[in-house]
């Protein structure tokens, strides 16, 4: 065992909150720390200390829906009592609970799995929301070792299930799109799903939590007198129950022929049900059934509900590829944009230039990212050609316009990088800020409805970090 207390000098946290066991730093996270997740980046792991369920499951949330897998792959736990994380959310979203800080070497094994499992993850952020859910669901699967992916029954959720890694990214009134985003898994061969149980929701809001009753034909109201439907065997009479028992006293007497009914099976039976409307007087036996919504208030025939299948999904090889390469939704082959070099090029030149950068030590060269956000839906308007003209006329705005772009590679369809030699940072952060404004004029004159956001980050090479280092280090830096 381990354990002592270290100053953090670098994010000004308080000293007693930081402890230290063998080369793991751990952050205690407590009930009136009001610290931005942010700031949990330089730890290899957090620990949430709190006895109010509500504080944790808001801090497990404000975490685990954190953009950057800096903040939501982190290892994290719970200090206290196991029933902490008995709330079905919380417990899929925690990485274990611990009695104390002298229990604190039960867990560093599971850190440093993670850690090791997650250096083999690509940190590249996908430009679309749905995309970097695909990467934040394979990711967080693929560092825990999880082979499923499970639903959860929760009376919390809107819809009833949740799959917490995938549900934390959204509003309670939003997590119907979780199934949208599973089936998109699904059909892309990401996931294997197996029916679990199916839920009826709202066709309004998504919602799981209905009201079922029976209406009139005639008015829909629901004020209806159900009665019972009597044949009476001797004179084949059928009428509803109050024909047999007009004076209200219960002995059942024929309104035809006016005999007494003593035994149900021998004297009669009751093969149905009648109701009468209260409001307008409709009487009616095949009663249609409506479902009222309690979260929108919307009221449709149960026939207009939405069937929606619950499934445990397993994770595909083709899903293990993805949560380590990265998921793109673009089919557009990088590879061959005339004027750029393909990643496996860039990233060879990438590493030899490191390596230089520590021989010399002096050498200034800067990696640089262009991000177009939402720029596949203006590669869907073109056309795969047109995406491709596209692409190479961007490439040839960067060379004509940064003299010292060394490299242009197109790491994925939405985002450039670019490799400057001999150059300063404030230097290359200016050459970026000018490639901004040249793209911004570019799509806001040719395609001004076409909704793409565009940032930029750069930063110096770093002596002793390879190619993927540095990559990483670019993507987590937003």
């Known amino acids: 065992m381990n354990v002592k207390l270290k100053k953090p000098a670098e994010t000004g946290l308080k000293s007693d909150k930081v402890w230290c066991h063998h080369e793991l730093r751990f952050y205690l996270w407590d009930n009136l720390d009001p610290i931005d997740v942010f700031n949990l980046s330089d730890y290899d792991a957090v620990i949430i200390s709190s006895q109010n369920v509500d504080l944790i499951k808001e801090k497990v949330k404000r975490f685990r829906s954190w953009s950057s897998s800096e903040i939501h792959l982190k290892p994290l736990f719970i200090i206290g009592s196991g029933s902490l994380i008995n709330d079905p959310m919380v ?39 749905e995309g970097q859910l695909v990467n934040k669901l394979l990711g967080f699967a693929y560092t825990r070792s999880l082979e499923e992916i499970n639903p959860v029954l929760n009376k919390e959720s809107i819809t009833g299930y949740v799959y917490p890694m995938l549900s934390i990214n959204f509003l309670r009134e939003e997590e119907g799109t979780q199934y949208q985003i599973l089936n998109l898994m699904e059909e892309e061969g990401l996931l294997d799903g197996s029916f679990q149980d199916r839920v009826y929701i709202c066709p309004s809001c998504s919602s799981g939590f209905l009201n079922y009753r029976e209406v009139c034909s005639k008015c829909s109201s629901t004020h209806l007198h159900a009665d019972d439907v009597v044949h009476h065997f001797p004179c084949a009479y059928i009428g509803p129950m109050k024909d047999f028992d007009s004076d209200g006293s219960g002995d059942l007497q ?26 307008c007087g409709q009487i009616q036996q095949n009663t249609p059934v409506h479902a009222s919504c309690y979260s929108c208030e919307t009221t449709v025939p149960t026939e207009q509900l939405q069937p929606t299948e619950i499934k445990s999904y397993t994770i595909t090889k083709k899903g293990l590829h993805v949560a380590m390469n990265g998921y793109s939704n673009s ?20 590493n030899m230039e490191v390596e230089r950068a520590s021989l010399l030590g002096s050498a200034k060269s800067c990696l640089g990212i262009i991000n177009l956000h939402n720029v596949n839906q203006v590669y869907n308007q073109l056309g795969e050609n047109g995406a491709y003209k596209l692409m190479t006329e961007l490439v040839e705005l960067v060379k004509s316009s940064a003299g010292r772009a060394d490299m242009i590679c197109f790491e994925r369809a939405e985002n450039l990088l670019l490799l400057q030699n001999e150059i300063s940072l404030q230097e290359a952060l200016n050459t970026l800020r000018s490639l901004k404004l040249l793209f911004n004029r570019l799509f806001e004159d040719r395609f001004p409805n076409g909704g793409v956001e565009i940032d930029t980050r750069s930063q110096l090479l770093t002596g002793g970090k390879n190619a993927q280092w540095h990559l990483n280090e670019l993507h987590n830096a937003n």
């Open 91 to 129: 417990k899929g979203l925690v990485d274990g609970s611990l009695v104390s800080e002298s229990h604190i070497d039960g867990i560093a094994d599971v850190v440093r799995r993670i850690h090791s499992r997650k250096m083999k993850l690509d940190a590249r952020l996908p430009s679309t929301f």
């Open 254 to 279: 024929c309104p035809k022929c006016d005999k007494l009914l003593h035994h149900i099976g021998v004297d009669y039976d009751k093969p149905s049900v009648v109701h009468t409307c209260q409001s």
């Open 331 to 350: 089919e557009i082959d990088t590879d061959v944009v005339h004027g750029a070099v393909d990643l496996t090029t860039f990233s060879t030149i990438l």
